[in-house]
């Protein structure tokens, strides 16, 4: 994949984050969401890169602070968590590091968030817990898409639905744009 496409992606990303700053909030009180995601240093790399943090959650409440991944998809609300399966080059996925994090009480996300924008607008945002989202998918209630042919850098995603989620008892903390009009 070309590079300036890479880091325009993950700018465009990160300015829809900032710009849900007060839905995250709101779902998540008393923590404050900070950028780790697209900062040069070289420890905002490493939990980036490594343990799959784009952002940190930090409560001034408790002084805790915690992991925080995230997607964003564009044009339409599908209300699903996706997570990278497998990649065609090999590549170490988002779904095996935590899977390996976890094993270990490595550094990973507690949370992670999924997000849809359409023309500038938050259609739907959703956070579970990472933990859970992991459980889901190894009792085989996800389901499995590849990327279309013509993406560059093909894929397979583990598909998440957040009303199966919600059904099979798992926490998902929800904002739906048509719901708070």
């Not at 710009?19 to 779902?27: D, G, M, S, W, Y």
């Not at 602070?65 to 044009?75: D, K, M």
Request: glycine residues 6%; aromatic residues 10%; hydrophobic residues 35%.
């Amino acid at each position: 994949m070309n590079n300036d496409v890479v880091i325009n992606d993950m700018q465009q990303s990160i300015s829809y984050v900032e710009k849900a700053q007060n839905i995250i909030e709101t779902l998540l009180p008393n923590w404050r969401v900070l950028s780790v995601e697209g900062h040069e240093n070289k420890v905002c790399k490493i939990l980036d890169m490594n343990c799959g943090l784009d952002y940190l959650l930090f409560s001034n409440k408790t002084s805790l602070v915690y992991g925080l991944a995230s997607r964003v998809q564009y044009n339409k609300n599908y209300r699903t968590f996706t997570i990278r399966k497998d990649r065609k080059s090999g590549t170490r996925t988002e779904y095996e590091k935590r899977k390996i994090a976890l094993a270990v009480d490595g550094i990973t996300p507690l949370y992670t968030m999924q997000m849809y924008v359409e023309d500038g607008q938050i259609l739907g945002l959703a956070l579970t817990h990472t933990k859970d989202l992991i459980q889901f998918i190894d009792e085989g209630h996800a389901e499995i898409k590849r990327t279309l042919s013509d993406k560059i850098g093909q894929a397979e995603f583990y598909i998440c639905k957040w009303d199966k989620m919600k059904n099979l008892g798992y926490t998902v903390l929800e904002y739906n744009y048509e719901n708070n009009k």
